[in-house]
């Protein structure tokens, strides 16, 4: 009888309620969720290699007579067993062993070993190997490459194997959607296979899985078509007077993404736009034209941003730009006197606050609009999707249906088109691919750490010239704790080393007004030097400062050491970005901090850092918590992206002819069977 890939893993025998419980934390519930958990890497056993052809660094099955067994007396007591055949000889070494396993390796034995060999002295050796002795003939080697497989505590190599070895021989029907066949090779890749086989086999279920995702991703935008919003036409300009008095013009870029949003605002379908703009390239005014043609129609705008600082600067902005058209702007963060708070939520509640300004605190169930049209979340890669939702949820009603608001999301993250493309599927999205005229380039420079002195001179001299800086101290891996430690110690060298200017420190530890007290003292040029963490990496906006410098720049990503030196570069000087790495930087992070020297293109950055490390660190959260891939790895299946948007577009295009329909629904099934509801046929 066929297999039921849907069946419940406890169809397996040998599943009980523990085991069960164990796979569950493997994602794995139902008998295909197995099938789709795959060896991430392979043994092979199913060749005994001869002892001579044995190497150094090598994982071999070898086979042969114990000649020798001894116990060593060093440092660490050690069981030594010399192994020979006719072409040569090996050790086996053993730290932890008990008696009976002492008798069992004694001469004249016969054994074989499944080990990782390496020289101890000159003798190649292979520690703590896996191992069967034997007197007669040995089992035959495996006859399918051994799989490796990720797991969890309780479950160990050898019952994963079981488990997939029962699983793989059930009757797999191949079905379209859903290739079996290819999912089997990869659990017992028959001995022989090569890696490009291997690879050429994960790569097709990669592709599979990846359209997957951007079905769902279409089907949401689907979704959304069906959904209704407040349609908001343009009625009295007040854009227009926005641009008079703004103080800058617009770029061509900033035009453009201005007109898209606001073309997508006139439709009673929710807009879900995302406009990515490198670092400084303008995205907050954008905000504030949409907001304006919210308040237009009598309707309220929520911006939402990550910290409370840039919150903050947002309230400043918006304050400055729209109260002179008559709007009123408030700011809620977590931090305000109650009465105060009360206040403020009072102005959302009635609708006489039009645009409200907040972090998180936005998403409270306190905070109640008047007539939400608009959300608007900047730096979104800084946000789950869960936040974003909520603020979803708080529209109107219309005739029974719920109005949903318009949905602006802003990124300074740049990620490459064609990812941007299928990642963000259920998007529209909007490019700024343009900075402001007049921009001074930055000067990148990498440095080794003993050269801190030197730049401490330098810096000196910066500040005595009137201008500003940044110090940044990285501590990436570590605890929030120890990096405002290693800041706090910092900070108090280069106060000593700086006595003639004010030095001050601002980590995320400290409380939200004192950062905020710090931060306007910066912009009012009352501190000369600002000690900070990674929280400035944000947002902060103070022309006046010329001078970053970023310990332990090696550590970082590039998307987050562009954003960071993002932060100077904004006035009419000159900027320098000095990057000091550690003596123990690997050659890896020298080619990253390097690849910031020659380019301050985000777009090419991010590319390199695809490149260099994988997409987690470009693509934040989206991917790292709210989208991980079971098989698919960006790193190296991002090539397959137009592929998966040409056959994805193709399947939904033809989605009404039976055939395909199925194929659809097989692969949503498959993958995201929580999804699959959107798109049924
Ligand atoms: P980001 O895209 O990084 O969010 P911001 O919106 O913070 O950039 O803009 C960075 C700075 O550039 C702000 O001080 C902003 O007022 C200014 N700015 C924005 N657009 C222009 C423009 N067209 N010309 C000159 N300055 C601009
Ligand atoms: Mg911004």
Redesign the pocket.
């Known amino acids: 009888m066929a297999a039921d890939p849907n069946a419940p893993i406890t169809q397996l025998k040998g599943v009980g309620p523990s085991l069960q419980q164990t796979l569950a934390k493997l994602g794995v519930f139902r008998l295909i969720d197995l099938m789709l958990h795959l060896p991430f890497r392979y043994q092979d056993r199913s060749r005994v290699t001869p002892l001579a052809e044995v190497r150094a660094g090598g994982e071999y099955l070898v086979q042969g007579r114990v000649t020798s067994s001894q116990v060593l007396y060093g440092k660490r007591r050690s069981l030594k067993v010399c192994v020979e055949d006719h072409s040569g000889r090996v050790y086996l070494r053993f730290f932890h062993y008990s008696r009976f396993q002492q008798n069992k390796l004694q001469e004249q034995t016969h054994i074989r070993a499944f080990g990782e060999f390496r020289f101890f002295g000159r003798e190649l050796t292979a520690a703590h190997p896996e191992y069967e002795t034997f007197t007669d003939t040995p089992e035959p080697p495996a006859a399918t490459l051994t799989p490796i497989y990720p797991t969890t505590q309780n479950l160990g190599q050898a019952r994963m194997r079981k488990l997939t070895a029962q699983l793989c021989g059930l009757d797999w029907a191949d079905s379209s959607g859903t290739p079996y066949g290819t999912l089997k090779f990869l659990h017992q890749p028959p001995a022989g296979t090569g890696m490009t086989e291997v690879e050429e086999a994960q790569q097709a279920i990669a592709l599979d899985e990846l359209t997957a995702f951007y079905l769902v991703m279409k089907g949401r935008a689907l979704q959304r078509q069906q959904d209704l919003a407040r349609a908001l036409p343009r009625s009295t300009g007040q854009g227009r007077a926005l641009l008079k008095h703004l103080?800058?013009?617009?770029?061509k870029a900033?035009a453009r993404v201005v007109s898209e949003v606001l073309t997508d605002l006139e439709n009673p379908v929710p807009m879900l736009r995302l406009v990515q703009?490198?670092?400084?390239?303008?995205?907050?005014?954008?905000a504030a034209f949409a907001a304006i043609r919210a308040a237009e129609q009598g309707c309220q705008t929520a911006l939402m941003a990550p910290t409370e600082l840039l919150a903050e600067?947002h309230f400043i902005?918006f304050s400055n730009w729209l109260t002179p058209l008559g709007m009123r702007v408030t700011l809620l963060t977590g931090q305000l006197p109650a009465a105060e708070q009360r206040q403020r939520l009072a102005q959302v509640l009635s609708g006489e606050a039009q645009v409200v300004i907040g972090t998180h605190a936005l998403f409270q169930e306190k905070v109640s609009f008047h007539q939400l049209a608009l959300s608007i979340i900047?730096e979104q890669h800084r946000f789950g999707v869960h936040q974003r939702m909520a603020l979803k949820d708080k529209g109107q009603h219309s005739n029974g249906r719920p109005l949903h608001p318009h949905q602006l999301v802003?990124t300074?993250t740049p990620i490459p088109r064609t990812l941007t493309m299928a990642l963000y599927a259920d998007m529209d999205v909007s490019v700024?691919d343009e900075l402001?005229?007049?921009r001074q380039p930055i000067t990148t420079h990498t440095l080794a750490e003993e050269k801190r002195p030197k730049l401490v001179e330098t810096i000196n001299k910066v500040l005595r010239a009137g201008h500003q800086a940044y110090w940044v101290c990285t501590l990436i891996d570590e605890s929030d704790e120890l990096e405002a430690t290693a800041a706090t110690t910092l900070a108090g060298q280069l106060t000593q080393a700086l006595p003639d200017y004010r030095v001050a420190l601002l980590h995320g530890r400290m409380k939200s007004d004192e950062k905020l007290t710090i931060m306007h003292q910066f912009k009012n040029a009352d501190i000369d030097l600002l000690v900070a963490t990674t929280v400035i990496e944000v947002?902060v906006?103070v022309?006046n400062a010329t001078h970053m410098v970023v310990e332990n720049s090696e550590r970082l990503g590039l998307a987050q050491l562009h954003q960071l030196r993002?932060r100077v570069g904004?006035g009419a000087h000159a900027s320098h970005c000095y990057l000091l790495y550690s003596p123990r930087v690997s050659e890896a992070g020298k080619t990253r901090i390097e690849a910031m020297r020659h380019s301050q293109d985000g777009f090419y950055l991010a590319e390199q850092d695809l490149k260099l490390r994988g997409p987690g660190d470009i693509l934040g959260t989206r991917q790292a918590g709210e989208q991980s891939f079971r098989i698919a790895d960006l790193g190296q299946h991002a090539h397959l992206m137009p592929q998966v948007i040409k056959r994805g577009d193709s399947l939904l295009q033809a989605a009404s002819g039976s055939t395909d329909a199925q194929t659809l629904s097989n692969l949503l099934h498959t993958w995201a069977p929580a999804d699959s509801g959107h798109l049924t046929v």
Do not use: E, H, Y
Request: charged share 25%.
């Open positions: 103080g800058f013009r617009l770029t900033q703009g490198d670092v400084g390239s303008g995205k907050t005014v954008i600067q902005n900047d802003m300074a700024i402001p005229k007049g947002g906006d022309a993002g904004r």
